[in-house]
């Protein structure tokens, strides 16, 4: 293929989430003299627009209607996909997955992708859509998509898609290892939020939802306090469930042991900052945050659920523990704090699994063959069909 391959990528807004970190990541890696790759937000265009535009990768944000499925966004798309003559239309998440691949059926664009970010069972089981007529329509547009692209094999086991296993594709996210390199001093990071040297820091970061399991968390600090005072712990994210985790932590008397950071862009100079990270999630498709802490050589105490022990290796590069569990993070805590040898021994392999797994130029390469493959085997069909209407 001599012609730049023209692909689009759809999503509802590029804020600050796992889909469009992704985004932004593959951005910056995707062969770009192969590759003619434009970003389109089909509603605004949120915090992370100027960082993927200055990968020079071309944007279009649709004009925000009042009803979420207008017909003048159906059309703006329309005629987007006309003006650059789109061969691959690859969407994100529930909006975009819905009216992206609605519009690049009835335009005929030759590839139909679907990335699964997250939730990928029954969408009937979902409080947010809750529409028959969406489920339907949704189980059609998995059946026109060319390939449905996972980000864990767990998260593929769990699918309710009835469609043939060979659209199936597991590409495991990668991380923008350049954003991770150290620039901050870890002693400065740690000066800056209030702590000491001698402070023992436990990081959580995470979307402040109940499938976080935060509580547990809470719950084992509670009953490590009493044998090291000076542990720590940061939770990073925001969400609806603030204020009764900051409730819950009041009322176990540790207020003055937890810290609540809020949203933060930092991620990777407070991660400096940790000796441990937590991740105890109750359910995860894969969790960018294990990838973020393995490469900033932090040991791991993460969940037997979902995508997890797919990345993290149990004694290897962490600790797996069953999930609504305190008293196994407290174990698992206590291990990592009396065998620093071992928490550090830990933390460095989880950094060379990153560097030979999960990488953004990885994550870009996978993607970039799956779509030459498709388009090869497009071709090759259509030049089956034409053979055979010749006989």
């Known amino acids: 293929m001599n ?5 689009l990528h759809i999503i509802e807004r590029l804020d600050l989430g796992g889909a469009e970190v992704l985004l932004l990541t593959f951005a910056k ?3 770009k003299d192969k590759f003619k790759v434009i970003f389109c937000c089909i509603d605004e265009k949120g915090s992370l627009f100027e960082a993927i535009a200055n990968e020079g990768v071309k944007i279009v944000c649709l004009k925000p209607t009042r009803y979420i499925y207008g017909c003048k966004r159906i059309f703006a798309l329309m005629q987007l996909i006309k003006k650059e003559n789109i061969d691959i239309v690859n969407t994100h998440l529930h ?21 699964e970010h997250g939730y990928t069972g029954d969408y009937r089981k979902q409080d947010i859509i809750n529409i028959p007529k969406y489920v339907k329509i949704n189980m ?27 659209k199936k594709i597991v590409i495991y996210n990668g991380l923008d290892t350049e954003r991770f390199e150290f620039r901050n001093d870890r002693n400065s990071t740690r000066k800056a939020l209030g702590l000491c040297d001698e402070d023992k820091v436990i990081g959580i970061v995470s979307n402040l939802h109940k499938y976080k399991g935060h509580i547990y968390i809470l719950s084992s600090l509670e009953k490590i306090l009493p044998f090291y005072p000076l542990l ?3 939770i990073v994210g925001e969400g609806p469930e ?15 042991n937890v810290i609540f950071l809020g949203g933060r862009k ?31 050589k932090l040991p791991i105490i993460g969940t037997n659920v979902g995508g997890i022990p797919e990345i993290l290796k149990d004694g290897e590069t962490g600790i797996l523990i069953p999930p609504r569990d305190s008293e196994a993070i407290k174990n698992a805590l206590l291990k990592l704090i009396e065998n620093p040898a071992l928490a550090k021994s830990m933390g460095e392999r989880g950094r060379e699994i990153v560097l030979s797994k999960f990488t953004g130029q990885r994550y870009a390469r996978e993607m970039e063959r799956l ?12 030049k089956k069909e034409n053979q055979q209407c010749q006989k």
């Open 3 to 7: 012609e730049k391959i023209n692909v």
């Open 29 to 31: 890696n995707v062969d």
């Open 95 to 115: 909006t975009a997955n819905y009216i992206g691949r609605l519009v690049a059926y009835m335009m005929g664009v030759k590839i139909i992708c679907k990335a």
């Open 140 to 166: 059609f547009l998995d059946r026109i998509s060319d390939a449905i692209v996972y980000v864990s094999g767990a998260q593929l086991r769990n699918s309710s898609n009835k469609i043939s296993s060979e």
């Open 232 to 234: 720590k712990l940061l």
């Open 242 to 256: 603030k204020s009764s985790l900051e409730k819950y932590v009041n009322d176990l008397g540790i207020k003055n």
């Open 266 to 296: 930092d991620v990777p100079e407070l991660m400096r900052a940790f000796d441990i990270l937590v991740v105890p999630s109750l359910f995860e498709s894969f969790g960018m945050t294990l990838i973020e802490g393995m490469y900033s």
């Open 371 to 382: 779509y030459i493959s498709l388009l090869e085997e497009r071709t090759e069909k259509l």
